[in-house]
């Protein structure tokens, strides 16, 4: 069951604004048991992607294939794709238990059949502690958890994910993230993750998609997109600081990024030293280094920035293209 997008398109007009192309022929295929994290700052379109794979808002061109039956114009509930949201959305009045299992109940489930299973999906996750209570007695993560349950339960064709751990705090959502994982293993359907946080993206997907107006800048694995950025935008977003980027001769941008930068002795004066972790984080003009604690230079210092040829990346400056 792979999902394949074609040249998906998909504009918006606003009363009075100009119109506004929130996918702007987007093409992606995940294979079965593959977790593509979509990653872009806000209003990239990648809610609008997920929400035309689930059947939630129709396309204007383009494509969606789910395990080779093309679905664009069929209706979102015949689609078997399975969606988690930002925020989970639970039935306040049922048992954790009953939510999990409304969905094969509705289907026709055995109670007893699918009590079990409930259980095995919530000991899988963790959460089978939690079975009677109600969902306002729950955390934000343990809520999260429950919805993902519910998709785990059900065996779609295809997962989606929103934003899940948006409101999950930073050390539960190191946890949540392994978890999406175990899930997605499971399920051995294509999934695909939401986030803004290139972080998570980069930690979670076997391949990351960099979306940017409407449009898929660069779908790698995270070492090569982290090696070889295709644009300037993905260096910029892309990594623990974004890369420096220096104009230079011939209409070339150099970039480098701030962890290969040395400094040694020479003329330029060190603007700011900045503590981060165990490193530290010096701003030389226009360039960003990190270096040793023991390797910082002082405020006011001299200093000239160095770096290995082969750490450079070379972009063209007018399209933003690797050369
Ligand atoms: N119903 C709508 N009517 C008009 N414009 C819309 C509508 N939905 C989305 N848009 C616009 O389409 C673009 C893409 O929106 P989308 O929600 O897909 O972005 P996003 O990357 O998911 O953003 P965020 O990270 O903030 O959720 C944005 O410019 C947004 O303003």
Redesign the pocket.
């Known amino acids: 069951m792979s999902l394949l997008v074609e040249g998906a398109r998909r504009t918006?007009r606003?009363r009075g604004g100009p119109a506004?192309a929130?996918l702007d022929g987007v093409d992606l295929a995940v294979d079965d048991g593959e977790l593509l994290v979509v990653v872009?700052p806000?209003?990239?379109?990648?809610?609008?992607l997920l929400r035309a794979i689930a059947g939630l808002e129709r396309l204007d061109g383009g494509r969606v294939v789910i395990g080779g039956r093309d679905v664009t114009g069929v209706p979102s509930a015949r689609r078997d794709v399975a969606m988690v949201f930002q925020e989970a959305a639970l039935f306040p009045h049922l048992s954790v238990a009953a939510n999990i299992g409304i969905g094969e109940r509705a289907r026709g489930g055995r109670r007893r059949a699918v009590l079990a299973r409930v259980r095995e999906v919530a000991t899988t996750l963790g959460i089978d502690h939690l079975l009677h209570r109600a969902p306002g007695e729950l955390s934000g993560g343990e809520r999260q958890r429950v919805a993902l349950a519910r998709v785990l339960i059900r065996s779609p064709a295809v997962c989606l994910l929103d934003e899940p751990l948006a409101s999950v705090d930073a050390e539960l959502r190191l946890r949540a993230r392994a978890e999406i994982r175990a899930v997605h293993r499971e399920l051995g359907v294509p999934m695909v993750h939401v986030t803004?946080d290139h972080t998570e993206a980069l930690a979670m997907g076997d391949r990351v998609a960099v979306m940017h107006r409407g449009r898929v800048l660069q779908c790698d694995t995270p070492a090569d997109l982290f090696a070889r950025p295709a644009t300037v935008e993905v260096a910029r977003a892309l990594g623990p600081l974004p890369m420096n980027l220096l104009p230079a001769a011939d209409g070339v941008v150099v970039g480098v990024r701030p962890e290969r930068v040395r400094l040694r002795a020479g003329d330029d004066v060190v603007a700011s030293v900045e503590v981060a972790g165990e490193e530290r984080l010096v701003r030389v003009g226009a360039l960003l280094a990190r270096v040793t604690a023991a390797d910082t230079p002082e405020v006011g210092a001299r200093v000239r920035a160095e770096w290995c040829p082969a750490d450079e990346h070379r972009f063209d400056a007018v399209t933003g293209l690797r050369l």
């Open positions: 918006y606003a506004v929130a872009g806000s209003g990239s379109g990648k809610s609008t803004h």
